[in-house]
C-alpha cells in the first residue's frame, strides 16, 4: 500500500524568505512523487514530478524538491517566497506501477505569505 | 492547446436528484480520472477511465458511476444525491503511463441542498 503525510497543515513565512514544505511517503516499491498547487476557486497546477531520474527535480516558479528514499521523504522548498505563491500545495504518490490515474493525495499544506 | 475543460462549473441540487457532470481531455489524452474534493476528507480518487473501459475505481458507493465516450471525453453520474456529495470535482487528463502527470480542469462545485 502506498500513502503519502504531509507534515504541515499551514505554513506562514515573509515574503522573500525560504519556504519549506514537508512530505513523508510509504510504498511498496520505487514511487512516482510529484507536487501540485491549487490558488483558491482554480484547478490543481503540477510544481514537479519525480520518477526515479535525478533526486533532485526542479519545477516551475523556482521550486524544487528532493527525493530521499533513506528518510522516504520529497520536501519542497522556494529560496523566497512571494505573495504569489500563497495557495495550497498537495504532495502526490502515484498509487500504482501498472495503473495510472490513481493518484493518493497527501492533506494539503495552506501556504500564507505575508509582507 | 486548449487545457480540460469541466461543465459546468457550478450546480445545486436538491437531496435526492441527480446529476451529470462533463469533462473533456486535453487532445490526445485517453486516460480521464475523477476526483471528489471535500474540506473533511481532501481529496479522494473516485475512478479512471481509458479507452472507454473503467481501469481503476475508488471507495465509494455504487451511486457514483462514469462513463467515457470514443472521443475521450467523460461524464460521471452521481444518483440519489445526499448531502455529504458537496463537493468540488476535478477531472484530470493524461497520456497514462508510469509517471505521467495529470492536468486538471476547474472543477464542478456541487452543492446539494
Known amino acids: 500500500a502506498q500513502s503519502v503525510t504531509q507534515l504541515d497543515s499551514h505554513v506562514s513565512v515573509s515574503e522573500g524568505t525560504p519556504v519549506l514544505l514537508r512530505c513523508n511517503y510509504s510504498s511498496s516499491y520505487s514511487p512516482s512523487l510529484f507536487w501540485y498547487v491549487q490558488h483558491p476557486n482554480k484547478g490543481l497546477q503540477l510544481l514537479l514530478k519525480?520518477?526515479?531520474?535525478?533526486?533532485l527535480v526542479k519545477g516551475i516558479n523556482g521550486f524544487e524538491a528532493e527525493f530521499k528514499k533513506s528518510e522516504t521523504s520529497f520536501h519542497l522548498t522556494k529560496p523566497s517566497a512571494h505573495m504569489s505563491d500563497a495557495a495550497e500545495y498537495f504532495c502526490?504518490?502515484?498509487?500504482?506501477?501498472?495503473?495510472?490515474?490513481?493518484?493518493?493525495f497527501g492533506a494539503g499544506t495552506q501556504v500564507v505569505v505575508t509582507p | 492547446k486548449a487545457g480540460v475543460t469541466q461543465t459546468p462549473r457550478y450546480l445545486i441540487k436538491t437531496r435526492g436528484q441527480q446529476v451529470t457532470l462533463s469533462c473533456s481531455p486535453i487532445?490526445?489524452?485517453?486516460?480521464v480520472s475523477w476526483y471528489q474534493q471535500t474540506p473533511g476528507q481532501g481529496l479522494q480518487f473516485l475512478f479512471e477511465y481509458f479507452s472507454e473501459t473503467q481501469r481503476n475505481k475508488g471507495n465509494f458507493p455504487g451511486r457514483f458511476s462514469g462513463r467515457q465516450f470514443s472521443n475521450s471525453r467523460s461524464e460521471m453520474n452521481v444518483s440519489t444525491l445526499e448531502l455529504g456529495d458537496s463537493a468540488l470535482y476535478l477531472c484530470a487528463s493524461a497520456t497514462r503511463g508510469v509517471g505521467t502527470e495529470a492536468f486538471f480542469g476547474q472543477g464542478t462545485r456541487l452543492t446539494v441542498v
Open positions: 519525480y520518477t526515479s531520474a535525478a533526486t
Open positions: 487532445s490526445g489524452h485517453r486516460s
Open positions: 502526490v504518490v502515484s498509487l500504482s506501477t501498472d495503473s495510472w490515474g490513481k493518484f493518493q
